[in-house]
């Protein structure tokens, strides 16, 4: 079993329970509340700004410049993506971009990217590709999972966001990550397969709960 394969097993139950999480269910047959996916866009908005700087990170700390080019690559793609959330959805809900990045970050999306960078400062090329390798690979599985009946309808509220997840190119994604995550761990030591371990599985509870804080539109207590 591939080291990549091996994680993902770690943490079978996890990624099920995403499968059946009401906001998943709710986004997948279009009977989610606008207020709920708008809260969604915005906090991910906001993740995706750190995601990048997560990628910058593996990028001057991968082995090969290969791989480093890769890196640079997914952070201008990640960063391509979120001004383009800014100007589609920015657009259809009245607010400027400014406004979209000047949201606050709810207690779990600043954990979670908490989380990431600091792995992002402190970790090898390996585990910072491991801690953001849920997200990519969760949202490919999500997408994937949600359109395994067919395409939705052209009226589907959100056809644009289940098109994107459930597609070949981003699929592309996480195939890349988990071959260089198979290819790094053959000469990682003990102690960091250990760290790995940790690391995959504490940024996949972070994707479950992503999708409950939207559902619940989550706030500071005080």
Same mark, same amino acid.
């Given at each position: 079993?591939?080291?990549?394969?091996?994680?993902?097993?770690?943490?079978?139950?996890?990624?099920?329970?995403?499968?059946?999480?009401?906001?998943?269910?709710?986004?997948?047959?279009?009977?989610?509340?606008?207020?709920?996916?708008?809260?969604?866009?915005?906090?991910?908005?906001?993740?995706?700004?750190?995601?990048?700087?997560?990628?910058?990170?593996?990028?001057?700390?991968?082995?090969?410049?290969?791989?480093?080019?890769?890196?640079?690559?997914?952070?201008?793609?990640?960063?391509?993506?979120?001004?383009?959330?800014?100007?589609?959805?920015?657009?259809?809900?009245?607010?400027?971009?400014?406004?979209?990045?000047?949201?606050?970050?709810?207690?779990?999306?600043?954990?979670?990217?908490?989380?990431?960078?600091?792995?992002?400062?402190?970790?090898?090329?390996?585990?910072?590709?491991?801690?953001?390798?849920?997200?990519?690979?969760?949202?490919?599985?999500? @997408?994937?999972?949600? =359109? %395994?009946?067919?395409?939705? /309808?052209?009226?589907?509220?959100? !056809?644009?966001?289940? &098109?994107?997840?459930?597609?070949?190119?981003?699929?592309?994604?996480?195939?890349?990550?988990?071959?260089?995550?198979?290819?790094?761990?053959?000469?990682? @030591?003990?102690?960091? =397969? %250990?760290?790995?371990?940790? /690391?995959?599985?504490?940024?996949? !509870?972070?994707?479950? &709960?992503?999708?409950?804080?939207?559902?619940?539109?989550?706030?500071?207590?005080?």
């Amino acid at each position: 079993m591939s080291f990549s394969n091996h994680l993902r097993k770690l943490a079978t139950s996890i990624w099920d329970a995403q499968l059946s999480h009401p906001f998943v269910v709710a986004l997948g047959n279009g009977t989610l509340p606008e207020q709920k996916f708008k809260y969604y866009i915005l906090q991910d908005a906001r993740f995706l700004g750190d995601l990048a700087r997560v990628f910058s990170a593996a990028a001057l700390k991968a082995p090969d410049s290969e791989s480093a080019l890769r890196f640079n690559k997914l952070a201008e793609e990640t960063i391509i993506v979120e001004r383009s959330l800014h100007e589609s959805y920015g657009k259809k809900w009245a607010l400027t971009a400014k406004q979209m990045t000047s949201v606050p970050m709810t207690p779990t999306n600043y954990a979670y990217t908490r989380h990431m960078l600091a792995v992002a400062a402190a970790g090898t090329a390996a585990e910072i590709t491991v801690v953001a390798l849920p997200c990519a690979w969760v949202y490919c599985v999500v @997408g994937q999972h949600l =359109l %395994r009946k067919g395409a939705p /309808s052209k009226n589907h509220p959100y !056809r644009d966001w289940l &098109m994107l997840y459930a597609s070949p190119e981003f699929a592309q994604v996480q195939l890349w990550m988990r071959k260089k995550v198979d290819q790094w761990a053959k000469t990682a @030591g003990k102690e960091e =397969l %250990r760290r790995m371990e940790d /690391s995959f599985i504490i940024s996949s !509870r972070y994707e479950w &709960m992503f999708w409950d804080m939207a559902w619940n539109e989550e706030k500071w207590p005080v």
